[in-house]
């Protein structure tokens, strides 16, 4: 019997220790600093993304990279169900393709809330120390990052395929709708 409770204890111990699952807003806008690892090349720049779940009654996405050696514009419109990529390169013409989506919007941090994301403890970064979610989402490992008592603010984000991964380290992140105008298709 002392056994079962003290199994008990620690199973309560352990449950309270873990931090609350960060709930970050599904409608954003963030900017900050992005790095992207592709094979053996590394870009480092800067990004913006916002989503908005609500947009034109279908919800939209849309992610910037903007790096030395090119820039990178992603626009999801689901009201349109197409998305759009906008590639310029110093010294090549800009180019813009689109390919049809089917389905809608998901939730862009719902991944966090699925039973299958795991809190990985902490990890310390130029002197502060974050907590760390992480899971593996359709080939795809995704890490979150949060500050102990503002677990609703995403820090950092990781994406990791075979051959790719982005870094983004978020110096704004702001909840609500983002401008109509984030969403407009990319031209060149």
Known sequence: MKLVVAVIVLLAVGAIA???RPKPASTF???GEAERHEARETFIGEF???VDMGYKGAGAAMEILLF???NLTRVVRYDLKKAYVRRQEP????TVGNR???GTIEDFWGWVGC??????GTVKIREQTYDIWADNVAGVRVELLVKDGAADTPVILNRETAGDRDGFIFKTFTAG???ATDFDVPTC
């Open 29 to 31: 806008t963030g900017m």
């Open 177 to 179: 709708t983002p401008p």
């Open 100 to 102: 049809n989506i089917n």
């Open 48 to 50: 913006k993304m916002a």
């Open 18 to 20: 873990q931090p609350p």
């Open 91 to 94: 010294g090549k013409e800009c």
């Open 68 to 70: 030395k050696d090119y």
């Open 115 to 120: 039973s299958t994301t795991q809190y990985e």
